[in-house]
């Protein structure tokens, strides 16, 4: 992928997902007071939404006692960040290749771990959850977030409906577990909250939040490569995706165009953030 790729991609998760990162941060109390090192993990860091956040919320004397690693499974997401951390100076971080559910970080080494949108894209979450209390020292914070609506999902679903030689686009509970491989539920605050204490965490702050995007149907048809893809790839057999993958973008694009006429396309994400202590 090319950089102007990559930031046209960052800038949209940003406008999607920095909300709740923020969010995290504030319920995290990041940064603390205290003035001791800020040993920061951006786990499963995309783009790097979060660790943007954490770079523009922090002062200079904050930025002299952080020590922000970015780790993801994607190796070219990890090229990107690289080129990100070396573009903007960040003289204090690194990005590394990393499995969130067993990485090889040294046990009781982070103050902070921010993993969001993470635990629901792992084939087994709770393995996440352990590794992120492993890996956190005593008293680090783990903040996170779980989707409860994503909201383009009930418009390529109607989009992909109106053309009847299409296959079905995954149904909300399919995509629930379209990543996971384990039972767990992750949309409630109550969901969330256990999670965190079976993995061992405690003092646990957990809201949920929303967040409205406003874009042109143009902006909607450069993120389907990506959006619908990652579905479909998980739902339709190789030869469907090969067959169809066009006319259904067409099906998508030509609903919303009548759904929402020139105006934009308004999405309500929603979403549970939350803080877990380890003791
Ligand atoms: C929804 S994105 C989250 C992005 C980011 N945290 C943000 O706030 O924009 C999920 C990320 O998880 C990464 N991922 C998927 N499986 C992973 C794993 N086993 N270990 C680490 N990262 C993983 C993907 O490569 C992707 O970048």
């Known amino acids: 992928m090319d950089p102007s790729q990559f ?25 603390p007071a205290n003035g001791e090192a800020l040993v920061v993990l951006d786990q499963a860091c995309g783009s790097g939404v979060v660790s943007s956040h954490i770079m523009s919320r922090l002062y200079p004397e904050d930025k002299a006692r952080l020590d922000l690693t970015c780790a993801d499974i994607s190796e070219p ?7 990100r ?8 971080a690194r990005a590394v290749t990393n499995d969130a559910m067993s990485s090889d970080f040294p046990s009781s080494h982070f103050t902070h771990i921010f993993f969001n949108f993470g635990p629901q894209i792992l084939p ?13 020292r005593p008293g680090g914070v783990l903040g996170l977030s779980a989707w409860q609506v ?33 039972p767990e539920k992750w949309d ?6 256990k999670h965190l204490e079976d993995s061992g965490l405690t003092a646990i702050a957990a809201s949920s939040m929303d967040n409205t995007t406003t874009m042109t149907i143009a902006e909607v048809e450069a993120m389907l490569p990506y959006s619908l893809d990652m579905m479909i790839q998980k739902f339709w057999t190789k030869e469907e995706v090969e ?37």
Not at 77 to 83: G, P
Not at 124 to 136: F, N, S, V, Y
Not at 159 to 177: K, M, N, W
């Open 7 to 31: 930031e046209k991609m960052f800038a949209q998760a940003n406008s999607i997902m920095g909300p709740f990162a923020d969010m995290i941060l504030q319920t995290a109390r990041f940064p």
């Open 77 to 83: 997401a990890i090229t990107q960040m690289r080129r």
């Open 85 to 92: 951390i070396e573009a903007s100076g960040w003289n204090n």
């Open 124 to 136: 087994d979450p709770i393995a996440g959850l352990k590794e992120c209390h492993r890996t956190l």
């Open 150 to 182: 994503v909201p383009w999902a009930a418009d390529y679903r109607a989009g992909i409906a109106t053309d009847p030689s299409l296959p079905a686009f995954p149904t909300s509970d399919q995509l629930r577990y379209a990543f996971s491989s384990t």
């Open 188 to 193: 409630t605050i109550h969901d969330v909250t």
């Open 243 to 279: 067959k169809f993958k066009v006319p259904a973008t067409k099906a998508i694009v030509s609903y919303l165009g009548e759904k929402y006429g020139t105006g934009p396309v308004v999405w309500k994400w929603v979403a549970v953030v939350a803080c877990g202590k380890k003791e």
